[in-house]
């Protein structure tokens, strides 16, 4: 994503994941995973909108870790329908908190974002941790996959981001979901499920939801 992107290798259940973590120029202040779309259409942790999301959260502080899933890029195994990905991004989630780059602090807040079948994975990894006791602090679901996967409930502050005229994932399915739950769901007039021209203004919204609702510089 930038020039100083690491490439990290990771042990996960299945073996080997490939990370790419970028760390803000200070401090880091938070952590956060950051989940790809469905990796048997094309989905890897170099698509547009994840990597939005990473620069939205490298610039309020954190430090950002984009897996690629089970038979994608380096990393190991096959698809696994959700199940396998989970355990890796737990994985991930375990050597992102424990990183030298971070403190105790910055490990406990922990920031979960994905896109597409990332954000149904997020929900699951968020359910696990929720049980651990040690959850996350904060959700970010773009594009959720509501009409193609079971997702988890998640806590009332996700900040859920859908396209109008998502014709993948139509917006009524992710209403339908998010409507028991009584959580906001923030649509981008004209989007599809991609974000064609669209991303600055996902960038805009995570940075502004990190600043817990203060509005911030998010020029890209």
């Not at 938070?30 to 698509?47: E, M, Q």
């Not at 329908?81 to 991004?89: A, P, S, W």
């Not at 979960?112 to 049980?131: D, N, P």
Request: glycine share 10%; charged share 25%.
């Amino acid at each position: 994503m930038t020039a100083g992107t690491r490439q990290l290798s990771i042990d996960g259940p299945a073996g080997r994941i490939d990370v790419a973590l970028d760390l803000p120029a200070g401090r880091p202040t938070g952590v956060a995973v950051i989940a790809h779309p469905h990796p048997l259409f094309g989905g890897t942790r170099d698509n547009k909108v994840v990597q939005t999301l990473a620069r939205a959260l490298l610039a309020t502080g954190h430090a950002c870790w984009r897996p690629n899933f089970r038979g994608v890029g380096e990393t190991d195994g096959a698809y696994d329908e959700g199940r396998g990905e989970t355990e890796d991004l737990l994985a991930v989630v375990a050597a992102a908190r424990a990183h030298e780059s971070v403190d105790a602090d910055a490990a406990a807040s922990l920031v979960l974002a994905g896109f597409s079948f990332g954000s149904f994975v997020q929900t699951r990894v968020a359910r696990r941790l929720q049980e651990r006791g040690a959850p996350a602090r904060r959700l970010v679901l773009v594009g959720t996959a509501a009409s193609r996967f079971p997702v988890e409930p998640v806590p009332p502050d996700t900040l859920v981001i859908h396209g109008e005229l998502d014709d993948t994932v139509p917006l009524k399915s992710v209403l339908d979901w998010a409507r028991p739950l009584e959580l906001p769901v923030v649509v981008i007039p004209g989007a599809d499920h991609f974000f064609h021209r669209r991303l600055p203004l996902i960038k805009r919204l995570v940075v502004e939801a990190m600043a817990d609702g203060h509005p911030a510089d998010a020029a890209d």
